[in-house]
């Protein structure tokens, strides 16, 4: 049987208000669509003993900038639909444009200095859209946990002060990254990469490897980043948007690997920009 789909925020709060009837603990799992195990995986998790797990499929445009993949971004819901049934998911809520932002995007939500780093420095204005559609989510699905995947780790700890800063009643939890078995991070836009750049792709995560490894006897950041930019340019077709060693707790640069840490890239392979990071000093 497919989960069924609401495409309103009418029939989503009152799909997840008769599950609260149950007795039922509400479950979020925030996406885009173009689900892959990764995203499956999410709602495994989400999918405890009396739990209602609702995926939300809602490609953003606000966080998207004007020469980024908004128009071509896959959307693919019929697919989803079969993954979330798999995976137990009970319920999509998949609006649209115009049922999120009936008058335009007018109002946002911005957690100041965690998103002016990595990606929010190669993205501008990425994290206000995606705190704002969180938020919105969050607002209209009430749910007691959401979950969120760690390879998008800057985006799980810019939403867990979001949460935390504005008091909203949500335990966020954060699950492992995917991988495949060659270790290149699951992601829907891998579907974009053609064979020669998905051969080559894998390396990124060696490159984050080789620099833990480093880590275990090098302290300075410097160093350590300057051997993870070298590895990350010898991949074939691939150019670094970012490389950086930060804060695991508040994003921002280091000089010495004194304290949990976080390196975290962003690689072109051709047009395809993919994004990756690997715990250090645990």
């Known amino acids: 049987m497919l989960t069924p789909i609401v ?24 996406t885009m669509g173009a689900l892959h195990e990764g995203h499956a995986a999410l709602i495994r998790a989400a999918g405890r003993p009396s739990s209602f797990v609702v995926v939300s499929v809602f490609v953003n445009p606000t966080q998207f900038g004007p020469k980024e993949d908004y128009a071509k971004y896959p959307r693919t819901l019929e697919a989803d639909q079969r993954i979330c049934a798999a995976a137990g998911a009970n319920l999509i809520f998949a609006p649209a444009v115009e049922e999120m932002y009936p008058e335009g995007p007018a109002t946002f939500v911005e957690v100041t200095g965690l998103q002016d780093t990595l990606c929010g420095a190669s993205r501008p204005g990425h ?11 969050l607002n209209i699905v009430g749910p007691d946990t959401a ?14 002060r979001m949460v935390r800063d504005l008091n909203v009643p949500v335990d966020i939890r954060v699950m492992p990254t995917v991988r495949e078995p060659d270790g290149l991070a699951l992601s829907s836009r891998n579907r974009y990469l053609n064979p020669e750049q998905r051969a080559a792709a894998p390396a990124i995560y060696r490159a984050l490897q080789a620099v833990r490894e480093r880590a275990a006897g090098e302290t300075d950041v410097a160093a350590l980043e300057a051997s993870l930019n070298v590895e990350l340019s010898a991949i074939p077709g691939a150019r670094v948007d970012y490389a950086g060693i930060v804060d695991a707790k508040n994003l921002q640069p280091l000089t010495r690997l004194d304290r949990p840490a976080v390196a975290a890239v962003a690689v072109y392979m051709g047009d395809t920009r993919l994004i990756d990071n690997i715990p250090l000093g645990e």
């Open 7 to 30: 495409t309103t925020i009418a029939g989503a709060r009152e799909e997840v208000a008769d599950a609260r009837r149950l007795g039922m603990s509400i479950a979020l799992v925030p």
């Open 127 to 137: 994290f206000r859209g995606v705190c704002t559609v969180v938020l919105k989510l």
């Open 147 to 160: 979950y969120f995947g760690a390879k998008d780790y800057q985006q799980s700890v810019i939403v867990r």
